[in-house]
């Protein structure tokens, strides 16, 4: 276990955590009831440990804002505070948290950092993983130099890239090798994840590299989507998509306010259809439309 994993007064809260749980009995019931919005009863896909999809996206966030807590020298939290700094509603995480067994103690909450426990063993982060980046463009060369994910457990063994300006060069404490040491680093590095930054046209190559070199996690930011054989799982982060997104709910917004509506009738509300009333909406660009 990395030494930055979780907060230093984790250890020894195992067993003490354990017996919150057990003075729980009289709550649980309450805790794990379904969401009264109806938003618990989700329907999504299920993973072969009983925790749901959806729940385990929601993981991290409980986690980041858990390490929030720590920092600022919080012991035990109670689960609106924690709904509310992570963004859902209490009933919502409660469910959540009690497909890992944590239920917390009525009138007291959860001890933080046995939940950080908790939340990190599920999420795989009381271990080390090797991460290789492959495309050193900004975007690598931002990912490289980002501490955050050393703190979670995620240790980036190499960067690779096939613009022979840029091999050899150092990023970070690393020195970019070449992307034809891609098997080589995955078998020495043990890579368990694969990180790629390349540009559209040769993500899905890099892609197939990977996996034939027994690569099984990979988190893609280039603009395609990949295809990846049975038992390889792909997360996709697409920061365009992500900015398209937030402008239709400003638009829709914008479109809500007095006498800033969209149409022909202008934001005056008259029947002239001139430029004057009119508000120009902004075209796609061609490159961002093509994704779609």
């Known amino acids: 276990m990395h030494s930055n994993a979780m907060p230093s ?3 020894g809260h195992a067993d003490e955590g354990r017996a919150c749980d057990g003075r729980a009995d009289e709550s ?24 749901p999809e959806a729940t385990v996206a929601r993981l991290p966030i409980y986690l980041r804002a858990l390490y929030g807590l720590a920092e600022r020298g919080i012991s035990t939290v109670a689960s609106e505070e924690l709904a509310a700094a992570a963004g859902v509603n209490s009933a919502k995480l409660r469910k959540d948290l009690s497909h890992l067994g944590s239920y917390g103690i009525r009138g007291v909450g959860y001890d933080v950092d046995y939940l950080v426990y908790q939340v990190s063993r599920t999420l795989g982060l009381t271990q080390d993983w090797p991460v290789v980046i492959v495309g050193a463009g900004n975007l690598g060369r931002a990912l490289a130099n980002y501490g955050g994910f050393v703190s979670r457990g995620f240790t980036i063994s190499a960067m690779l890239d096939s613009d022979t300006a840029i091999v ?34 040769s993500a899905q190559a890099v892609c197939d590299r990977l996996v034939a070199a027994g690569v099984t996690s990979i988190l893609n930011f280039a603009p ?34 007095p006498g800033d509506l969209l149409g022909p009738r202008g934001r005056n509300g008259g029947g002239n259809a001139g430029a004057a009333g009119r508000r120009s909406v902004p075209q796609v660009p061609a490159e961002l439309a093509a994704q779609g």
Do not use: M, W, Y
């Not at 990023?171 to 020495?188: F, M, Q, S, W």
């Not at 990846?228 to 900015?243: A, C, F, H, Q």
């Open 28 to 51: 649980q019931a309450d805790d794990i009831q379904a969401d009264d919005s109806g938003e618990a009863i989700e329907g999504l896909e299920v993973q072969a440990d009983g925790i």
């Open 168 to 201: 050899g060069s150092r990023i970070a404490t690393l020195t970019v090798r070449p992307v034809d040491e891609l098997e080589a680093v995955v078998a020495t590095h043990k890579v368990a994840i694969g990180v790629i930054a390349t540009p559209a046209g």
């Open 224 to 257: 395609l989507v990949l295809n990846v054989p049975e038992g390889v799982d792909v997360r996709k982060v697409d920061l365009s998509i992500e900015l398209q997104i937030l402008a239709f709910h400003a638009q829709r917004r914008s479109a809500s306010r």
């Open 9 to 11: 007064r984790l250890n």
